[in-house]
Protein backbone atom coordinates (compact mmCIF):
# COMPACT_ATOMS: atom_id res chain seq x y z
CA UNK A 1 0.00 0.00 0.00
CA UNK A 2 2.79 2.36 0.83
CA UNK A 3 3.82 1.75 -2.68
CA UNK A 4 1.07 2.78 -4.17
CA UNK A 5 0.24 5.60 -2.41
CA UNK A 6 3.69 6.66 -3.59
CA UNK A 7 3.11 5.95 -6.70
CA UNK A 8 -0.10 7.95 -6.75
CA UNK A 9 1.70 10.87 -5.25
CA UNK A 10 4.16 10.75 -7.91
CA UNK A 11 1.23 11.50 -10.58
CA UNK A 12 0.34 14.80 -7.94
CA UNK A 13 3.73 16.17 -8.38
CA UNK A 14 4.54 15.31 -12.32
CA UNK A 15 1.13 17.40 -12.29
CA UNK A 16 3.08 20.38 -10.66
CA UNK A 17 5.40 21.30 -13.81
CA UNK A 18 2.42 21.53 -15.85
CA UNK A 19 1.67 24.79 -17.01
CA UNK A 20 -1.22 26.53 -16.77
CA UNK A 21 -3.22 27.64 -19.78
CA UNK A 22 -5.50 30.02 -18.05
CA UNK A 23 -3.83 33.29 -18.90
CA UNK A 24 -3.82 33.55 -22.66
CA UNK A 25 -1.53 36.10 -23.77
CA UNK A 26 -3.14 38.87 -26.88
CA UNK A 27 0.14 40.64 -26.93
CA UNK A 28 1.08 38.40 -30.04
CA UNK A 29 -1.76 37.15 -31.68
CA UNK A 30 -0.79 37.86 -35.36
CA UNK A 31 2.86 36.56 -34.60
CA UNK A 32 3.70 35.37 -38.58
CA UNK A 33 5.36 32.56 -39.40
CA UNK A 34 6.78 31.48 -43.19
CA UNK A 35 5.76 27.55 -44.14
CA UNK A 36 8.99 26.01 -43.69
CA UNK A 37 8.76 27.67 -40.48
CA UNK A 38 5.20 26.01 -39.41
CA UNK A 39 6.32 22.72 -40.87
CA UNK A 40 9.29 22.65 -38.70
CA UNK A 41 7.69 23.76 -35.55
CA UNK A 42 4.38 20.81 -35.96
CA UNK A 43 7.59 18.78 -36.47
CA UNK A 44 8.13 19.41 -32.58
CA UNK A 45 5.02 18.08 -31.42
CA UNK A 46 4.81 15.03 -28.91
CA UNK A 47 4.08 11.92 -30.13
CA UNK A 48 0.74 10.29 -28.10
CA UNK A 49 1.50 6.53 -29.69
CA UNK A 50 2.68 4.51 -26.41
CA UNK A 51 6.26 3.91 -26.12
CA UNK A 52 7.69 0.43 -27.83
CA UNK A 53 10.69 -1.43 -27.23
CA UNK A 54 10.59 -5.10 -28.90
CA UNK A 55 12.83 -6.41 -26.47
CA UNK A 56 10.52 -5.76 -23.75
CA UNK A 57 7.07 -7.58 -24.51
CA UNK A 58 5.87 -6.39 -20.52
CA UNK A 59 6.70 -2.22 -21.55
CA UNK A 60 3.11 -1.84 -21.05
CA UNK A 61 1.60 -4.92 -18.87
CA UNK A 62 -0.07 -3.51 -15.77
CA UNK A 63 0.88 -6.03 -13.89
CA UNK A 64 4.27 -5.83 -14.81
CA UNK A 65 4.17 -1.67 -14.03
CA UNK A 66 2.85 -2.81 -10.46
CA UNK A 67 5.36 -5.00 -10.08
CA UNK A 68 8.23 -2.53 -11.30
CA UNK A 69 6.65 0.48 -9.05
CA UNK A 70 7.01 -1.64 -5.69
CA UNK A 71 10.68 -2.59 -7.04
CA UNK A 72 11.44 1.25 -7.94
CA UNK A 73 10.95 2.49 -4.48
CA UNK A 74 12.23 -0.74 -2.28
CA UNK A 75 14.94 0.18 -0.55
CA UNK A 76 16.15 -3.09 0.87
CA UNK A 77 18.07 -3.36 -2.74
CA UNK A 78 20.98 -1.64 -1.61
CA UNK A 79 24.06 -2.06 0.29
CA UNK A 80 22.71 -0.05 2.94
CA UNK A 81 18.95 -0.96 2.49
CA UNK A 82 18.89 2.96 2.39
CA UNK A 83 19.17 3.36 -1.41
CA UNK A 84 16.36 3.03 -3.62
CA UNK A 85 15.23 3.78 -7.78
CA UNK A 86 13.89 6.80 -6.33
CA UNK A 87 16.49 7.69 -4.34
CA UNK A 88 17.88 9.87 -7.26
CA UNK A 89 14.43 9.95 -9.29
CA UNK A 90 12.14 11.54 -7.14
CA UNK A 91 9.16 12.15 -7.73
CA UNK A 92 8.96 15.62 -6.61
CA UNK A 93 11.47 16.67 -8.68
CA UNK A 94 10.94 15.22 -11.76
CA UNK A 95 12.13 12.16 -11.44
CA UNK A 96 15.29 13.31 -11.12
CA UNK A 97 17.32 15.11 -7.88
CA UNK A 98 18.39 18.25 -8.74
CA UNK A 99 22.10 17.53 -8.10
CA UNK A 100 24.70 18.28 -10.07
CA UNK A 101 25.74 14.76 -9.83
CA UNK A 102 24.22 11.73 -8.51
CA UNK A 103 24.50 10.75 -5.18
CA UNK A 104 23.77 7.49 -3.65
CA UNK A 105 26.80 5.14 -1.74
CA UNK A 106 29.00 7.74 -3.21
CA UNK A 107 29.22 10.50 -5.24
CA UNK A 108 29.30 9.61 -8.85
CA UNK A 109 30.30 11.91 -12.16
CA UNK A 110 27.33 12.07 -14.22
CA UNK A 111 24.00 13.84 -13.73
CA UNK A 112 20.88 12.01 -12.97
CA UNK A 113 18.32 12.65 -15.83
CA UNK A 114 14.46 13.11 -15.65
CA UNK A 115 12.81 9.86 -15.98
CA UNK A 116 9.49 11.53 -17.25
CA UNK A 117 9.25 10.16 -21.27
CA UNK A 118 12.37 7.95 -20.65
CA UNK A 119 10.56 5.51 -22.04
CA UNK A 120 10.39 7.05 -25.72
CA UNK A 121 14.22 6.93 -25.88
CA UNK A 122 16.35 4.38 -27.87
CA UNK A 123 19.84 4.80 -25.77
CA UNK A 124 20.25 5.15 -21.69
CA UNK A 125 22.68 7.07 -19.95
CA UNK A 126 24.47 9.91 -20.99
CA UNK A 127 27.16 7.75 -23.07
CA UNK A 128 23.95 5.65 -24.24
CA UNK A 129 25.52 2.44 -22.70
CA UNK A 130 22.42 0.41 -22.52
CA UNK A 131 20.25 0.15 -25.59
CA UNK A 132 17.01 -0.42 -23.90
CA UNK A 133 14.92 0.97 -20.22
CA UNK A 134 15.02 -2.32 -18.72
CA UNK A 135 18.66 -3.30 -19.62
CA UNK A 136 19.46 0.56 -18.17
CA UNK A 137 17.37 -0.64 -14.72
CA UNK A 138 19.35 -2.77 -13.64
CA UNK A 139 22.52 -1.48 -13.63
CA UNK A 140 22.30 1.28 -10.60
CA UNK A 141 21.55 -2.27 -8.83
CA UNK A 142 25.15 -3.76 -9.51
CA UNK A 143 27.14 -0.48 -9.46
CA UNK A 144 29.45 0.05 -6.26
CA UNK A 145 28.67 3.96 -6.12
CA UNK A 146 24.84 3.43 -6.80
CA UNK A 147 23.22 0.72 -4.90
CA UNK A 148 26.44 -1.03 -4.64
CA UNK A 149 23.80 -4.66 -4.60
CA UNK A 150 24.86 -7.69 -7.03
CA UNK A 151 22.45 -9.83 -9.12
CA UNK A 152 22.45 -13.41 -6.27
CA UNK A 153 21.24 -10.55 -3.81
CA UNK A 154 18.63 -9.16 -5.43
CA UNK A 155 16.91 -12.13 -7.19
CA UNK A 156 17.24 -13.75 -4.06
CA UNK A 157 15.21 -11.15 -2.17
CA UNK A 158 13.01 -10.84 -4.77
CA UNK A 159 11.94 -14.40 -4.75
CA UNK A 160 12.24 -14.98 -0.58
CA UNK A 161 9.71 -12.15 -0.54
CA UNK A 162 6.17 -13.74 -0.91
CA UNK A 163 4.72 -10.90 -2.21
CA UNK A 164 7.31 -10.33 -4.91
CA UNK A 165 7.53 -13.83 -5.45
CA UNK A 166 3.63 -14.00 -5.83
CA UNK A 167 3.85 -10.82 -8.56
CA UNK A 168 6.59 -11.96 -10.03
CA UNK A 169 4.89 -15.48 -11.08
CA UNK A 170 1.85 -13.40 -11.92
CA UNK A 171 3.44 -11.57 -14.56
CA UNK A 172 6.48 -13.59 -15.89
CA UNK A 173 3.90 -17.30 -15.79
CA UNK A 174 6.72 -18.78 -14.40
CA UNK A 175 8.59 -20.16 -11.06
CA UNK A 176 12.12 -20.90 -10.56
CA UNK A 177 12.94 -24.11 -8.80
CA UNK A 178 12.35 -23.92 -4.95
CA UNK A 179 16.20 -24.69 -4.45
CA UNK A 180 17.77 -21.69 -6.15
CA UNK A 181 17.12 -19.20 -3.44
CA UNK A 182 19.23 -21.47 -1.19
CA UNK A 183 21.91 -22.09 -3.90
CA UNK A 184 22.78 -18.10 -3.45
CA UNK A 185 24.56 -18.37 -0.45
CA UNK A 186 26.86 -15.65 -1.52
CA UNK A 187 26.62 -11.82 -2.94
CA UNK A 188 28.29 -12.84 -6.30
CA UNK A 189 27.91 -11.60 -10.24
CA UNK A 190 29.80 -10.90 -12.73
CA UNK A 191 30.82 -7.16 -12.79
CA UNK A 192 31.54 -7.26 -9.13
CA UNK A 193 34.70 -7.30 -6.91
CA UNK A 194 37.20 -10.49 -6.93
CA UNK A 195 35.16 -12.33 -4.27
CA UNK A 196 32.11 -11.04 -6.42
CA UNK A 197 33.57 -12.59 -9.30
CA UNK A 198 34.73 -15.78 -8.14
CA UNK A 199 31.83 -16.48 -6.07
CA UNK A 200 29.10 -16.19 -9.64
CA UNK A 201 31.95 -18.65 -11.30
CA UNK A 202 31.60 -21.03 -9.05
CA UNK A 203 27.63 -21.33 -9.62
CA UNK A 204 26.09 -23.81 -11.60
CA UNK A 205 25.78 -22.54 -15.28
CA UNK A 206 22.19 -24.03 -14.85
CA UNK A 207 21.67 -21.39 -11.30
CA UNK A 208 23.98 -18.05 -13.31
CA UNK A 209 20.96 -18.50 -16.23
CA UNK A 210 17.98 -18.83 -14.06
CA UNK A 211 19.70 -15.80 -11.99
CA UNK A 212 20.03 -13.90 -14.99
CA UNK A 213 16.72 -14.58 -16.22
CA UNK A 214 14.91 -13.72 -13.13
CA UNK A 215 17.06 -10.76 -13.09
CA UNK A 216 16.18 -9.48 -16.70
CA UNK A 217 12.75 -9.82 -16.04
CA UNK A 218 13.01 -7.34 -12.92
CA UNK A 219 14.47 -4.73 -14.79
CA UNK A 220 11.73 -5.47 -17.56
CA UNK A 221 9.03 -5.10 -14.42
CA UNK A 222 11.03 -1.68 -13.46
CA UNK A 223 10.89 -0.52 -17.28
CA UNK A 224 7.25 -1.25 -17.36
CA UNK A 225 7.02 1.15 -14.33
CA UNK A 226 8.91 3.76 -15.89
CA UNK A 227 7.46 4.09 -19.03
CA UNK A 228 3.99 5.41 -17.03
CA UNK A 229 6.18 8.53 -16.40
CA UNK A 230 5.04 10.79 -18.89
CA UNK A 231 5.86 14.62 -19.63
CA UNK A 232 3.44 16.99 -18.56
CA UNK A 233 1.66 19.14 -21.34
CA UNK A 234 3.14 22.39 -22.26
CA UNK A 235 2.64 25.67 -23.06
CA UNK A 236 4.16 24.99 -26.49
CA UNK A 237 2.14 22.43 -27.33
CA UNK A 238 -0.70 24.29 -26.40
CA UNK A 239 0.52 27.08 -28.63
CA UNK A 240 1.02 24.57 -31.69
CA UNK A 241 -2.73 23.09 -31.24
CA UNK A 242 -4.02 26.80 -31.26
CA UNK A 243 -1.68 27.74 -34.27
CA UNK A 244 -3.62 24.84 -36.10
CA UNK A 245 -7.04 25.62 -34.81
CA UNK A 246 -6.43 28.88 -36.73
CA UNK A 247 -7.12 30.69 -33.16
CA UNK A 248 -4.64 33.67 -34.47
CA UNK A 249 -6.74 36.48 -31.68
CA UNK A 250 -5.11 34.67 -28.92
CA UNK A 251 -1.98 33.23 -28.01
CA UNK A 252 -0.27 31.05 -24.92
CA UNK A 253 2.64 32.50 -26.02
CA UNK A 254 4.06 36.15 -25.65
CA UNK A 255 6.13 38.09 -28.30
CA UNK A 256 9.14 37.13 -26.70
CA UNK A 257 8.96 33.68 -26.39
CA UNK A 258 7.64 33.37 -30.09
CA UNK A 259 11.31 35.34 -31.24
CA UNK A 260 12.86 32.73 -29.01
CA UNK A 261 10.42 29.85 -31.08
CA UNK A 262 11.78 31.48 -34.01
CA UNK A 263 15.54 31.28 -33.30
CA UNK A 264 15.23 27.94 -32.07
CA UNK A 265 14.09 26.95 -35.60
CA UNK A 266 16.06 29.11 -37.16
CA UNK A 267 19.26 31.11 -36.24
CA UNK A 268 19.99 29.62 -33.38
CA UNK A 269 20.23 26.30 -35.32
CA UNK A 270 18.66 24.18 -32.06
CA UNK A 271 16.48 22.05 -34.16
CA UNK A 272 19.96 20.54 -35.77
CA UNK A 273 19.94 18.35 -32.66
CA UNK A 274 16.68 19.28 -30.68
CA UNK A 275 14.20 17.52 -33.25
CA UNK A 276 11.63 15.53 -33.53
CA UNK A 277 8.74 14.31 -30.56
CA UNK A 278 11.34 14.22 -28.18
CA UNK A 279 13.26 17.22 -29.02
CA UNK A 280 16.11 15.53 -29.36
CA UNK A 281 17.54 13.26 -32.25
CA UNK A 282 18.23 10.69 -29.92
CA UNK A 283 21.35 10.78 -31.09
CA UNK A 284 24.91 11.72 -29.92
CA UNK A 285 26.94 14.83 -30.12
CA UNK A 286 30.76 16.14 -28.80
CA UNK A 287 29.56 19.66 -28.23
CA UNK A 288 33.32 19.98 -26.29
CA UNK A 289 31.64 19.11 -22.67
CA UNK A 290 33.42 15.67 -22.19
CA UNK A 291 37.40 15.73 -20.76
CA UNK A 292 39.41 13.59 -22.97
CA UNK A 293 41.26 10.92 -20.89
CA UNK A 294 38.66 11.55 -17.89
CA UNK A 295 35.05 11.22 -19.67
CA UNK A 296 35.75 10.83 -23.14
CA UNK A 297 31.52 9.66 -23.69
CA UNK A 298 29.86 7.17 -26.61
CA UNK A 299 33.87 6.24 -27.27
CA UNK A 300 34.40 4.48 -23.85
CA UNK A 301 31.26 2.43 -24.24
CA UNK A 302 31.04 0.74 -27.71
CA UNK A 303 32.68 -2.74 -27.36
CA UNK A 304 30.74 -2.87 -23.65
CA UNK A 305 27.60 -2.62 -25.39
CA UNK A 306 28.50 -4.92 -28.21
CA UNK A 307 28.77 -7.66 -25.70
CA UNK A 308 26.57 -6.74 -23.12
CA UNK A 309 24.86 -10.28 -22.13
CA UNK A 310 21.28 -7.59 -21.26
CA UNK A 311 21.63 -5.95 -24.81
CA UNK A 312 18.69 -6.23 -27.44
CA UNK A 313 20.25 -9.45 -29.36
CA UNK A 314 21.08 -11.17 -26.21
CA UNK A 315 19.19 -14.19 -25.20
CA UNK A 316 17.00 -12.51 -22.39
CA UNK A 317 15.79 -9.67 -25.29
CA UNK A 318 12.35 -10.80 -26.89
CA UNK A 319 13.15 -9.29 -30.35
CA UNK A 320 14.10 -10.85 -33.18
CA UNK A 321 17.78 -10.15 -34.52
CA UNK A 322 16.50 -7.48 -37.60
CA UNK A 323 14.57 -5.52 -34.95
CA UNK A 324 17.15 -4.42 -33.21
CA UNK A 325 18.06 -1.66 -35.95
CA UNK A 326 20.20 0.92 -33.09
CA UNK A 327 22.61 -1.99 -32.28
CA UNK A 328 23.33 -3.58 -35.44
CA UNK A 329 24.39 -0.62 -37.35
CA UNK A 330 25.60 1.92 -34.49
CA UNK A 331 29.03 3.17 -35.23
CA UNK A 332 31.98 1.49 -34.33
CA UNK A 333 34.20 4.36 -34.70
CA UNK A 334 35.42 5.18 -31.57
CA UNK A 335 37.08 8.50 -33.24
CA UNK A 336 33.82 9.72 -34.80
CA UNK A 337 32.08 9.91 -31.34
CA UNK A 338 34.87 10.63 -29.24
CA UNK A 339 33.86 13.30 -26.50
CA UNK A 340 30.65 13.09 -27.49
CA UNK A 341 27.00 12.24 -25.36
CA UNK A 342 23.22 11.91 -25.54
CA UNK A 343 21.57 14.68 -26.71
CA UNK A 344 18.59 14.93 -24.18
CA UNK A 345 14.97 15.46 -24.75
CA UNK A 346 14.37 19.49 -23.72
CA UNK A 347 10.72 18.81 -23.28
CA UNK A 348 10.43 20.22 -19.17
CA UNK A 349 13.63 21.59 -19.96
CA UNK A 350 12.70 24.16 -17.11
CA UNK A 351 12.17 21.78 -14.34
CA UNK A 352 14.92 19.58 -15.30
CA UNK A 353 18.36 21.93 -13.76
CA UNK A 354 21.14 21.15 -13.33
CA UNK A 355 21.95 20.79 -17.22
CA UNK A 356 24.78 18.65 -19.02
CA UNK A 357 26.07 15.29 -18.34
CA UNK A 358 28.23 16.60 -15.65
CA UNK A 359 25.81 18.83 -14.33
CA UNK A 360 27.97 22.32 -14.27
CA UNK A 361 25.15 24.55 -15.53
CA UNK A 362 22.73 25.61 -12.91
CA UNK A 363 20.43 27.57 -15.47
CA UNK A 364 19.49 28.16 -19.05
CA UNK A 365 21.18 30.94 -19.41
CA UNK A 366 24.44 29.62 -18.35
CA UNK A 367 23.77 26.54 -21.24
CA UNK A 368 23.15 29.50 -23.66
CA UNK A 369 25.79 31.45 -23.07
CA UNK A 370 28.54 28.52 -23.30
CA UNK A 371 27.36 27.61 -26.39
CA UNK A 372 27.54 30.93 -28.07
CA UNK A 373 31.24 30.68 -26.42
CA UNK A 374 32.04 27.50 -27.72
CA UNK A 375 30.24 27.31 -31.08
CA UNK A 376 33.05 29.23 -32.46
CA UNK A 377 35.81 25.98 -31.32
CA UNK A 378 37.23 24.73 -34.69
CA UNK A 379 37.66 21.49 -33.12
CA UNK A 380 33.61 21.22 -32.69
CA UNK A 381 32.76 22.66 -36.15
CA UNK A 382 31.65 19.05 -37.19
CA UNK A 383 29.22 18.68 -34.04
CA UNK A 384 28.20 22.88 -33.48
CA UNK A 385 28.36 25.19 -36.09
CA UNK A 386 28.72 28.90 -34.97
CA UNK A 387 25.75 30.41 -33.07
CA UNK A 388 25.73 34.22 -32.78
CA UNK A 389 23.47 35.18 -30.39
CA UNK A 390 22.84 38.93 -29.02
CA UNK A 391 21.89 39.28 -25.31
CA UNK A 392 18.16 39.81 -26.48
CA UNK A 393 18.08 36.99 -28.50
CA UNK A 394 19.95 34.49 -25.62
CA UNK A 395 16.82 36.24 -23.36
CA UNK A 396 14.17 35.21 -25.99
CA UNK A 397 15.31 31.77 -27.16
CA UNK A 398 15.26 30.99 -22.69
CA UNK A 399 12.02 32.00 -22.72
CA UNK A 400 10.91 29.92 -25.50
CA UNK A 401 12.72 26.97 -23.77
CA UNK A 402 10.54 27.06 -20.24
CA UNK A 403 7.73 26.86 -22.70
CA UNK A 404 8.74 23.33 -23.40
Not at 59 to 82: C, E, I, T, V
Amino acid sequence: MRHLLLGALSLLVIGAGVYSYGQLSTSAPNFQWTAQELATLNSLKSNPNPATDASNRYLHNAAAADLGQHLFFDKRFSRNAQIACASCHQPDKQFADGLAVASALATGTRNTPSLLGVAKQHWFFWDGRKDSLWSQALAPWENPLEHGFTRTEAVKLLLSDAQYASQYQTVFKSALPSEVPQRLTQAATPLGDLAQLQAWKQLPDTTRQQVDQVYANMGKALAAYMATLQTPPSRFEHYLQQLNQAETHVSTLNTQELAGARLFVGKAQCILCHSGAQLSNLGFQNIGSGVIGKDSGRAAVLDELRVDRFNCLGRFSDAKAEQCAELNYMTRDRHSVLGAFKVPSLRNVAHTAPYFHDGRFASLEKVLAYYVSVSHDATLEKDLPPINLSADEQRQLVAFLKTL
